[in-house]
C-alpha cells in the first residue's frame, strides 16, 4: 500500500486545465477624457437643451464633473460624473446597489447593467447606473425642476459611454486627432 502512494506521489502532476473562456487582462485608464469628448455637443444639446456646461474634477480618481445649468430654468443644476473601476463587470450586482436600496432608493429596470434611483432631498434626485458595455457607473444629480428627467439623462449618458469615448485622448487610448497634421506638427519637422 506504502509503495502505491509514493507511486502517486512520484507521476507528474497533470497540466492544469485551460479554458478557453479566459479574457485577456482589462485595460487600465489613467485618466478619463473630459466632459466635451464623454459629452459631444450634439449629444448634449439633445439630452439637456437650452443648457451651458462647465467642467470640475470631482476627485482625483474620479472622472470630471460635468455641471449643466440653463439661463431659462435658473432653478435647475444638473451634475454628471463617471466612476470607472474594474471591479464593476465582476461585482455583485445587489451588492453594489444595497447603500442606495437601504438608503431609500428604488431600482430603475431597463437601464445598463443595474441601476438605482434616490431622492437624497426635497427637489433632488439622483441616479447611479452602472453601463453594461465599460467597466464604468455614471452618477447623475438633477436639482430642482422636473427630477425625473435624471433617468433620462443617465441613459443618454449612459449610451454615449464607449470604451473608445473613455480611450479617447487618455494615456492609454489614440488621440482623436492621430494622423492629421496640425500647426503643432509643422514646427517640430526636421
Known sequence: MALALVGCRSRPADPPAEDAGNLPPPVTRTALPDCDVLLP?????????????????????????????????????VSITWDCNTRHPQADLHGLMAPSLQAGGVEVP?????????????????????????????????LGGETERAVDVARSALIATTPAVLDAGTATGDDADAGEPDAGDALKAP
Open 41 to 77: 455637443a450634439d449629444d448634449r444639446e439633445l439630452m439637456l437643451p437650452g443648457f451651458t456646461m462647465t467642467q470640475e474634477r470631482s476627485c482625483p480618481t474620479c472622472g470630471p464633473l460635468c455641471a449643466f445649468r440653463s439661463e431659462s430654468e435658473p432653478g435647475v443644476a
Open 110 to 142: 431597463a437601464l445598463g447593467r443595474a441601476a438605482v434611483r434616490r431622492t437624497p432631498a426635497q427637489g433632488m434626485s439622483q441616479v447611479l447606473a452602472w453601463d453594461d458595455d465599460t467597466d464604468c457607473a455614471v452618477v447623475v444629480t438633477w
